[in-house]
């Protein structure tokens, strides 16, 4: 009973000296470089015209990750922190990922397409590497999430910038349809997708900033916000209506629990967010998009998520596919 003990301690100790800063002070500037080479890399890899416009991509997603373990190794981070690897690959969520891993290999059995079947193996294989690649940079510095946080909300601005200027194409006959607004990515699909998943971290510094931080995460889930109802991908919309119920839930039993009002602060600078951008949005849609585009893409938001009513008419065959 006294081992297990002494680890718990040694482990909670160690967490403390990282999570206070004690662990490295100053921050440690070649893996800061290291930790941002290995968000940027990949998000800007380009497709150098291959078949699969991110299997390049995902390729510089697993060199970064491979380099950044070895050089994790070689500094010592492995014996300085044993326990690491047991208590990563205890957490429900990884415990999650590793099904996932298991369930993508075993659906190759009954693949159409072995190829395509090993490819979304490889893809979500170099993902889960990546994950724990992160794990083991934030371990070893906690004090950069902040500053990821702050780099991926700017970007999630910029991104959301260069989304509203080809709307503006778009309005004014440049562009032909919202379905060929992409950037640096391989589809507009896949653009709404790091749009989305970079809302994480302006709603974490909304959340849990302070000052400019904090108006910082509002800019950043606006436009972010924003951007994704004028990408016109039903998913996020679906997306952002879950996220809004499930903040709403959390601070409302909260509030109700705690009588907290932080939170409704929270939750109402957020909903004030997605209102103005909605409202933006409609506006856009319904006045200055040209009438003759009668796709989906230039449909209310309202109207776009009828659409899933025929779930084999709006997959447009996918379903089928898989």
């Known amino acids: 009973m006294k081992q297990p003990l002494k680890t718990k301690n040694v482990k909670s100790s160690a967490l403390a000296a990282i999570s206070s800063g004690k662990a490295e002070n100053p921050i440690n500037p070649l893996l800061t470089l290291v930790f941002f080479a290995a968000v940027l890399i990949p998000t800007y ?22 380099v950044v373990v070895a050089y994790l190794y070689f500094t010592g981070f492995f014996k300085k922190y044993p326990w690491f690897l047991r208590g990563f690959f205890t ?3 990884v415990i999650a990922f590793i ?3 298991l369930f993508s290999a075993l659906s190759m059995i009954k693949a159409i397409s072995i190829p395509e079947s090993l490819l979304h193996l490889a893809k979500n294989y170099s993902v889960f590497f990546s994950v724990f ?22 970007l999630l601005i910029i991104e959301s910038i260069a989304v509203f200027a080809n709307i503006a194409k778009f309005i004014s006959g440049s562009i032909a349809a919202i379905a060929d607004i992409k950037t640096v990515y391989s589809n507009k699909n ?5 749009l989305f ?10 959340i849990s900033g302070k000052g400019y931080t904090r108006w910082l995460g509002w800019i950043a889930v606006f436009s972010g916000v924003l951007a994704t109802f004028f990408m016109a991908t039903r998913a996020f919309y679906l997306g952002t209506i879950a996220l809004t119920v499930v903040m709403l839930f959390y601070y409302g039993v909260d509030y109700f629990r705690f009588r907290r009002r932080k939170g409704l602060k929270t939750i109402g ?15 856009f849609q319904q006045t200055l998009y040209p009438k003759a ?3 989906r893409h230039t449909q209310a938001v309202s109207e776009q998520l009828a659409t899933l009513g025929n779930i084999q008419e709006a997959g447009g065959g996918r379903l089928d596919g898989w």
């Open 45 to 66: 890899t380009p497709h150098f015209n291959t078949l699969d416009a991110n299997g390049p991509k995902f390729l510089a997603l697993s060199l970064i990750s491979i």
């Open 91 to 93: 957490e429900p969520p």
């Open 99 to 101: 099904a996932l891993l």
């Open 133 to 154: 690649v992160f794990s083991l940079l934030f371990m070893r510095e906690q004090r950069l999430l902040q500053w990821v946080a702050i780099g991926l909300s700017l």
């Open 190 to 194: 896949i653009l709404a997708s790091a």
């Open 197 to 206: 998943v970079k809302l994480v971290f302006a709603l974490w510094l909304l």
């Open 269 to 283: 600078i957020y909903l004030l967010a997605v209102v103005l951008a909605f409202s933006i949005f409609s506006l």
């Open 293 to 295: 585009d009668t796709s």
